[in-house]
């Protein structure tokens, strides 16, 4: 049975049979893994604290194939972030972070750029910063390191490239800005998106990630940015992530 030592962030922790859990771990060279901790929820376990999301931890995992769950025999705590379940609104720009990653991600495709991004973005996240705004620059960034970039430099329906200052319409299915000519042929839910907005987005995904702090997004372009990356999300993965508003209501 081959052993697997590797670091990552744990992604999810979720309950398995009576007493155990399964982890879910990004990691940079192996990518997205699972992990049964066996006895983890039992009052006296070897584990502790150490399962909880958010948490970069050295695991130590015995798998079969890439394909079966592997059983963790040892998991150390490396950064435990403790400060962002302190405050709600933090926990809920990590909980988008880490969710991100989890729905976007296959299993076993290594992607150390992405797991740089998730690092940085976690250690990023103070009560007394713009977190809403962090956890977006993060989505948008996170999209670079993936196949589902959004398309902006031409109408991703018929190719034509537009140079006129009118907004412009993004559409989440196709993955990017369309025409005013094909808006109107039945592309699906479009959303309006300024060249502000457009602009926004360009720049958050060019710079890199300790760089992303000088980037504000304030008014119409912020509502419109959220909207878009949101429902982009949702038509790639076909799944919602968790909204402030559901987390500090």
């Known amino acids: 049975m081959p052993l697997i030592r590797t670091r990552g962030v744990i992604l999810k922790s979720q309950k398995w049979g009576d007493a155990d859990r399964i982890v879910t771990i990004f990691s940079p060279n192996l990518g997205k893994i699972r992990g049964a901790a066996r006895g983890a929820r039992r009052m006296k376990t070897r584990f502790g604290g150490v399962l909880e999301p958010f948490g970069v931890v050295d695991l130590t995992l015995f798998q079969k194939t890439p394909e079966s769950l592997g059983q963790i025999s040892q998991i150390d705590l490396v950064m435990s972030y403790a400060s962002i379940r302190e405050d709600l609104t933090v926990m809920t720009a ?14 076993r495709d290594p992607n150390p750029g992405m797991y740089a991004t998730l690092v940085h973005g976690l250690e990023s996240l103070r009560p007394d910063s713009d977190v809403a705004l962090a956890a977006l620059l993060f989505q948008i960034h996170v999209l670079g390191h993936t196949g589902f970039r959004p398309q902006f430099d031409s109408c991703t329906e018929c190719g034509k490239v537009g140079h006129d200052q009118r907004p412009q319409w993004f559409s989440p299915r196709l993955g990017g800005v369309v ?10 839910r479009i959303l309006s998106l300024s060249k502000g907005s457009v602009a926004f987005i360009e720049q958050a995904r060019r710079l890199s990630m300790p760089n992303l702090s000088r980037l504000k997004a304030t008014g ?11 429902a982009y999300f ?16």
């Open 94 to 107: 990590a909980a988008r972070m880490v969710k991100m990653v989890e729905a976007i991600t296959v299993d």
């Open 179 to 188: 025409c005013q000519e094909c808006s109107q042929q039945g592309v699906g």
């Open 234 to 249: 949702y038509a790639v993965v076909g799944k919602s992530l968790p909204t402030f508003e559901q987390w500090v209501s």
């Open 220 to 230: 119409s372009v912020r509502v419109e940015v959220e909207t878009a990356m949101d």
